[in-house]
């Protein structure tokens, strides 16, 4: 060892002996840390109750993801304010990747933000994926004797007040009943909106005959296929398990109507943007994680048994997809209240 590489030798060993009796870290201190990254447990937090379909997304997620992040992952729920509880929550935290938001992300974050009064914006979390998004059906009950949504807008046209449709409170269901009604020039109260608590309810309204129509989950509508008559998945592509019912947009096109489509509920993983920022290392070893766990076909099959959306979008697609229904509830929101 020559004589100048001793010197710099000491020189580096004394600056890491400085360094850490200060407490501050050096590069060297960093890289081992980011290598040696997830240290200790990590934790999913879901803004929704027990049971529900955030929570069975997140656990699910976390039984399987701890093999490929190499330490366990618990699940915490934060339930209130319509998941705004939890997301605030996460963004208290340290920005370390320890404490992530497992839940609903759409619609819930943008209402939080343009209607409840939330200090964050979208901008302040990282998406990692959306794994499981809704798509609404539009169906008419079998009772109505209507085929298509041409006919739904003629019928509600020319009987005003008389027809009704279920929903269920807030969903994205919801809002694209208005925005229909705007696009067709009806006034809101020539519909009878009858909102529900749940999706269950809303569809034994339509399955029973109590209502024309219904617009909700289609996942969730199987069961009450022989009481209806879909009309059109809110859907860009053709829809698993509906098979031969058109998109809205192409069962619209016969009334000369187009409207945005709106997803329901998109249940996934989200960090603080501040985490990814400060570590991109971790960050993309989170993503990693997620991705190798989706491809994982022990977890695809406990998804499926299960009834699971088991979808990998990636972050760009993600936020994109959370992005474009804010940009909509915040241009059309207003059509609610």
Same mark, same amino acid.
Not at 31 to 47: D, K, M
């Given at each position: 060892?020559?004589?100048?590489?001793?010197?710099?030798?000491?020189?580096?060993?004394?600056?890491?002996?400085?360094?850490?009796?200060?407490?501050?870290? /050096?590069?060297?201190?960093?890289?081992?840390?980011? /290598?040696? *990254?997830?240290?200790?447990?990590?934790?999913?937090?879901?803004?929704?109750? %027990?049971?529900?379909?955030?929570?069975?997304?997140?656990?699910? #997620?976390?039984?399987?993801?701890?093999?490929?992040?190499?330490?366990?992952?618990?699940?915490?729920?934060?339930?209130?304010?319509?998941?705004? #509880?939890?997301?605030?929550?996460?963004?208290?935290?340290?920005?370390?990747?320890?404490? #992530?938001?497992?839940?609903?992300?759409?619609?819930?974050?943008?209402?939080?933000?343009?209607?409840?009064?939330?200090?964050?914006?979208?901008?302040?979390?990282?998406?990692?994926?959306?794994? *499981?998004?809704?798509?609404?059906?539009?169906?008419?009950?079998?009772?109505?004797?209507?085929?298509?949504?041409?006919?739904?807008?003629?019928?509600?046209?020319?009987?005003?007040?008389?027809?009704?449709?279920?929903?269920?409170?807030?969903?994205?269901?919801? #809002?694209?009943?208005?925005?229909?009604? $705007?696009?067709?020039?009806?006034?809101?109260?020539?519909?009878?909106?009858?909102?529900?608590?749940?999706?269950?309810?809303?569809?034994?309204?339509?399955?029973?005959?109590?209502?024309?129509?219904?617009?909700?989950?289609?996942?969730?509508?199987?069961?009450? =296929? $022989?009481?209806?008559?879909?009309?059109?998945?809110?859907?860009?592509?053709?829809?698993?398990? *509906?098979?031969?019912?058109?998109? %809205?947009?192409?069962?619209?096109?016969?009334? $000369?109507?187009?409207?945005?489509? %709106?997803?329901?509920?998109?249940?996934?993983?989200?960090?603080?943007?501040?985490?990814?920022?400060?570590?991109?290392? =971790?960050?993309?070893?989170?993503?990693?994680?997620?991705?190798? /766990?989706?491809?994982?076909? $022990?977890?695809?099959?406990?998804?499926?048994?299960?009834?699971?959306?088991?979808? *990998?979008?990636?972050?760009?697609?993600?936020?994109?997809?959370?992005?474009?229904?804010?940009?909509?509830?915040?241009?059309?929101?207003?059509?609610?209240?």
């Amino acid at each position: 060892m020559t004589q100048k590489h001793r010197q710099i030798t000491r020189r580096a060993a004394t600056a890491m002996t400085l360094a850490t009796a200060m407490g501050v870290a /050096t590069p060297l201190q960093l890289a081992a840390q980011e /290598t040696e *990254w997830p240290e200790r447990p990590i934790t999913f937090v879901v803004g929704f109750g %027990v049971g529900g379909s955030a929570d069975r997304t997140a656990r699910a #997620l976390a039984q399987f993801m701890t093999d490929e992040i190499g330490q366990p992952i618990s699940v915490v729920n934060r339930e209130g304010a319509g998941g705004q #509880l939890a997301a605030a929550y996460v963004l208290a935290q340290p920005a370390d990747g320890y404490t #992530l938001l497992a839940t609903s992300l759409s619609p819930y974050l943008a209402n939080s933000i343009l209607n409840t009064g939330a200090d964050y914006t979208l901008d302040d979390f990282a998406f990692i994926n959306g794994q *499981w998004s809704d798509h609404d059906l539009i169906a008419a009950s079998a009772e109505s004797g209507i085929s298509s949504m041409a006919e739904m807008i003629t019928a509600i046209k020319e009987a005003p007040g008389e027809h009704s449709v279920s929903v269920v409170t807030g969903s994205a269901g919801e #809002l694209s009943t208005y925005i229909l009604l $705007d696009a067709a020039g009806i006034p809101a109260d020539d519909l009878n909106i009858v909102t529900y608590e749940s999706g269950g309810a809303a569809r034994s309204a339509a399955a029973g005959g109590q209502v024309d129509f219904t617009i909700l989950g289609a996942e969730g509508s199987d069961a009450i =296929r $022989d009481m209806i008559t879909p009309l059109a998945v809110v859907a860009e592509e053709p829809l698993e398990g *509906w098979d031969g019912v058109p998109l %809205v947009n192409e069962a619209l096109a016969e009334a $000369d109507l187009e409207i945005p489509v %709106v997803s329901g509920s998109i249940r996934g993983l989200a960090a603080s943007a501040e985490f990814r920022e400060q570590h991109p290392d =971790r960050w993309e070893k989170l993503v990693s994680a997620y991705e190798r /766990t989706m491809q994982n076909p $022990d977890f695809i099959a406990h998804l499926e048994a299960n009834e699971i959306g088991a979808e *990998w979008l990636g972050p760009e697609k993600t936020t994109a997809r959370i992005e474009s229904n804010f940009e909509i509830l915040e241009k059309y929101g207003h059509l609610m209240q």
